[in-house]
T-cell receptor, first 112, second 116 residues
Framework: GDSVTQMEGPVTLSEEACLTI???????????LFWYVQYPGEGLQLLLK?????DKGSNKGFEATYRKETTSFHLEKGSVQVSDSAVYFC???????????FGPGTSLSVIP | EAEVAQSPRYKITEKSQAVAFWCDPI?????LYWYRQILGQGPELLVQ????????DSQLPKDRFSAERLKGVDSTLKIQPAELGDSAMYLC??????????????FGEGSWLTVV
């Protein structure tokens, strides 16, 4: 079945360090891909999305490029802040449904 | 900005008791979802509604869970009887439409359930 795999956490970085969180997917067809962020004690918020191959989603300094050839959607940020500390979920949604399938999440802690 | 409303925010219940969660999606959103998130894991879909109809409840434990969206607006998720393994966060979400892909899904803040 369709699935999403993410790099295991937790990830701990110093402020202003570069971030990469790897995400790969398995799905038939051409899914849309998403990154959601969950701050402590809160629900999920959409961070960015891409709906077709080679699209780049970006928001708040984060970006991810839909790579069909490697079935990947890695999340990157050039300089992280303490306020970026959260759990990040990679997800996909199929074209014929609207069901969103989430990865297990990657916890990020940014220390001053 | 419009939000998905959920209540209660926190619920502690004893094993074998009944518990219910309520969700009010963003106005105009036809699709409503209930997800369960166990601590340290990603959310898993329990049930998806299109208006008042269930379109996917394949992962809903129907012997103890039920969900309804009678008028196609707000929704209730019920657990009876609750078991210790039901302790999790229950997330409601909504989206404008189901056709095609890439529709943004908006989540509520979630309802934390602890079964003791």
């Amino acid at each position: 079945g369709d699935s999403v795999t993410q790099m295991e956490g937790p990830v701990t970085l110093s402020e202003e360090a570069c971030l990469t969180i790897n995400c790969t997917y398995t799905a038939t067809g051409y899914p849309s891909l998403f990154w959601y962020v969950q701050y402590p004690g809160e629900g999920l918020q959409l961070l960015l999305k891409a709906t077709k191959a080679d699209d780049k989603g970006s928001n708040k300094g984060f970006e991810a490029t839909y790579r069909k050839e490697t079935t990947s959607f890695h999340l990157e940020k050039g300089s992280v802040q303490v306020s970026d500390s959260a759990v990040y979920f990679c997800a996909l949604a199929k074209t014929s449904y609207d069901k969103v399938i989430f990865g297990p999440g990657t916890s990020l802690s940014v220390i001053p | 900005e419009a939000e998905v409303a959920q209540s209660p925010r926190y619920k502690i219940t004893e094993k074998s008791q009944a518990v219910a969660f309520w969700c009010d999606p963003i106005s105009g959103h036809a699709t409503l979802y209930w997800y369960r998130q166990i601590l340290g894991q990603g959310p898993e879909l329990l049930v998806q509604f299109q208006d008042e109809s269930v379109v996917d409840d394949s992962q809903l434990p129907k012997d103890r869970f039920s969900a309804e969206r009678l008028k196609g607006v707000d929704s209730t998720l019920k657990i009876q009887p609750a078991e210790l393994g039901d302790s999790a966060m229950y997330l409601c979400a909504s989206s404008f439409a189901t056709t095609g892909s890439g529709n943004t899904i908006y989540f509520g803040e979630g309802s934390w359930l602890t079964v003791v």
